[in-house]
Every structure is written in structure tokens, then in C-alpha cells.
């Protein structure tokens, strides 16, 4: 996606200093298509909004992966089930597929119990306690 700053590179590059497409396509890294585009157009943004998120190989077990994440999530941590054995829990409700598309499956991971900030004092802590090389 192009962003307003962009846009105006191009056009002043072409516009005021005289360049060409092919010139600023290599400058800019950037396609013919799209340098074109912004130079025959008057528009200032381009903007693309996807309105529903396709998923066609979950589409009608949707729901049901995620009653099962959510009744995962909220099992205790030792009770809880792998990635594996809800898959074969899907799978034996007559899910088709032989794999499980994991992207949805990542968000029911917990989060760490540490904050950002301790996690990097302890990792600083234990850097400065490793032995330094001795200079030649």
C-alpha cells in the first residue's frame, strides 16, 4: 500500500524534475503498474478494505474450533489439550481435512506471566554476569 509521502515523491519526481517511469520505478523500487497509476490518476491515497476475511478451509467449523478453544483455555493448564488432540477432536466431530489450518490456533496460546520490562532486565541481568573474552 502506498503512502501519501510516496505518492508525492513520485509525482514531484516526474512532474518537476522531468523523470521518467522507468527511472523511478528503479529509484523507488517500486512496479511500472503502480508508478502509472499515480502519475495518470489525480488521487492522493490509495486504500484497499477487505470486507469479510475468507476462510474457506475452516468456513462451518469456525464456531465450532472455537467452542473447543474456549473450553481449552478454560481447563487448567495441565488438563489442557495439545494442538494434536484437537485437531483429532474436530476431526471426529467430521471435520474433513487432514490438517489443521493453524492461524486461529495461535491466539489460544497464553500470554507470558512475565512483563516486557522484566523479561529484558532479566535478560540484561544475565548478559553483564556472563564471562568477558580477554583482549589479545
Same mark, same amino acid.
Given at each position: 500500500m502506498? %503512502?501519501?509521502e510516496? %505518492? /508525492?515523491k513520485i509525482r514531484r519526481l516526474h512532474f518537476t524534475e522531468g523523470k521518467g517511469i522507468k527511472? %523511478?520505478?528503479r529509484d523507488l523500487k517500486l512496479s511500472k503498474k503502480v508508478? #502509472?497509476?499515480v502519475i495518470r490518476t489525480g488521487i492522493t491515497e490509495f486504500t484497499?478494505? #477487505?470486507t469479510v476475511q475468507p476462510r474457506p478451509k475452516l468456513? /462451518?467449523?469456525l464456531g465450532e474450533l472455537n467452542r473447543l478453544l474456549e473450553v481449552n483455555a478454560a481447563r487448567a493448564s495441565?488438563? #489442557?489439550q495439545s494442538l494434536t488432540q484437537l485437531y483429532e477432536e474436530l476431526s471426529g466431530l467430521g471435520y474433513p481435512l487432514r490438517q489443521v489450518v493453524r492461524s486461529p490456533l495461535r491466539s489460544c496460546r497464553p500470554a507470558p506471566m512475565?512483563?516486557?520490562t522484566s523479561v529484558s532486565m532479566i535478560s540484561c541481568s544475565t548478559a553483564s554476569a556472563m564471562p568477558r573474552r580477554k583482549s589479545p
Open positions: 502506498l %503512502i501519501v510516496t %505518492i /508525492a527511472t %523511478i520505478c508508478v #502509472r497509476k484497499y478494505t #477487505r468456513g /462451518a467449523w495441565r488438563e #489442557r512475565m512483563p516486557s
